[in-house]
């Protein structure tokens, strides 16, 4: 039978037992801490604010290109207000605190576009990024899911064609910049201003 950490500091309390009540709080705080370390965040530069989290702990196995990551859904932080898309590339993806990429690591030119045509609420861009130098030998690619809302239909559109472009193999050295287009501020953040998003999930990859 296990005894939960507050439960002993409880009767440590109680008991008055100073040794026992000391060891229970450096077991709670070192939970604490490990708590922390799995914790994963969609933040804002220099960590504020918080968009959207997650657990590591909560993730699951998904084969994404015959390539195992592991998904890990978040949970929106921002209520109703989502995220601007000139803010989308100002992203950090914090892990345990520690910022693991940016927005600037997405390869814009391999972003996927997906979405129902009869539902603008569900247009999903699916951005690639890299931990880090892409040439560096420890760095890992990952995933990051992005759902626009309500995107009206002619940006959609323009976002449906660059991805076919971009898919075409005799395109594949003059590729367009899909992130580029949708938060540079001289794109859609100009075009559509009041455009809101949501970072849904983040997948990270397990073999490379």
């Given amino acids: 039978m296990s005894v939960s950490p507050e439960l002993s500091l409880a009767v440590a309390s109680v008991i008055k037992d100073k040794a026992l009540e000391q060891q229970t ?3 709670i705080s070192l939970r604490k801490q490990l708590q922390t370390c799995h914790e994963i965040e969609v933040t804002g530069r220099m960590g504020r604010p918080v968009y959207c989290r997650g657990s590591f702990n909560d993730g699951n196995f998904r084969e994404i290109k015959n390539d195992m990551f592991w ?3 978040l949970i929106n932080e921002t209520s109703d207000k989502g995220i ?3 803010d989308l590339g100002r992203l950090e993806i914090r892990l345990g605190g520690v910022v693991y990429a940016t927005s600037s690591s997405v ?4 972003c996927r576009v997906r979405g129902a045509a009869s539902d603008r609420s569900r247009d999903d861009l699916i951005c690639i990024f890299c931990s880090g130098d892409g040439g560096a030998r420890y760095n890992r690619l990952g995933y990051m899911h992005i759902n626009f809302w309500s995107l009206p239909p002619g940006p959609w559109k323009q976002l449906q064609s660059c991805y076919l472009f971009n898919c075409r193999p005799e395109n594949d050295t003059n590729r367009t910049d899909i992130f580029d287009l949708v938060t540079n501020p ?3 953040p100009r075009r559509i201003p009041n455009q809101k998003a949501a970072v849904k999930s983040i997948s990270f990859n397990v073999h490379r």
Avoid: A, F, H
């Avoid at 390869?107 to 391999?110: A, F, I, S, T």
């Fill in 186 to 188: 001289s794109q859609y």
């Fill in 25 to 27: 709080n450096e077991l």
């Fill in 71 to 73: 998904e890990v859904k």
């Fill in 84 to 86: 601007s898309l000139i």
């Fill in 107 to 110: 390869l814009g030119k391999r």
